[in-house]
């Protein structure tokens, strides 16, 4: 069984960045895509960005594109989020997912096969 662990997670101002991982452990771990995903406060959870684990093709959402950056080590399983510029509205909790099966489509929770616990991320004013 495959388990997710996000870290990186914590307080920073406006402006500033942080970088978040996401480290696969379990049987052998050979996703289709892995993405994030978070979720704010009263908020449905909504798609941050994804990416195709054999190419690489990443996808952003609107919101994130051109600030955040989805990234992955194969060697060592794990995919990470850099996030710059940061602002008040990325406050959320933010959440690793895989993509264990096929899936056309990588930017819906219902794409996702197993989820991590989530990691807080707190953008102050």
């Known amino acids: 069984q495959v388990q997710l662990a996000e870290s990186g997670g914590g307080l920073v101002q406006t402006g500033g960045s942080l970088r978040l991982s996401c480290a696969a452990s379990?049987?052998?771990?050979?996703?289709?895509?892995m993405g994030w995903f978070r979720q704010a406060p009263g908020k449905e959870r909504e798609f941050v960005a994804s990416?195709?684990?054999?190419?690489?093709?990443?996808y952003y959402s609107n919101a994130v594109r051109g600030r955040f950056t989805i990234s992955r080590d194969d060697a060592e399983n794990t995919l990470f989020l850099q996030m710059n510029s940061l602002k008040p509205e990325d406050t959320a909790v933010y959440f690793c997912?895989?993509?264990?099966?096929?899936?056309?489509?990588?930017?819906?929770?219902?794409?996702?096969?197993?989820w991590g616990q989530g990691t807080q991320v707190t953008v102050s004013s």
């Open positions: 379990g049987r052998t771990f050979s996703p289709r895509a």
């Open positions: 990416i195709r684990w054999a190419n690489g093709l990443t």
């Open positions: 997912a895989a993509v264990l099966g096929v899936s056309a489509t990588v930017q819906f929770e219902s794409d996702y096969d197993t």
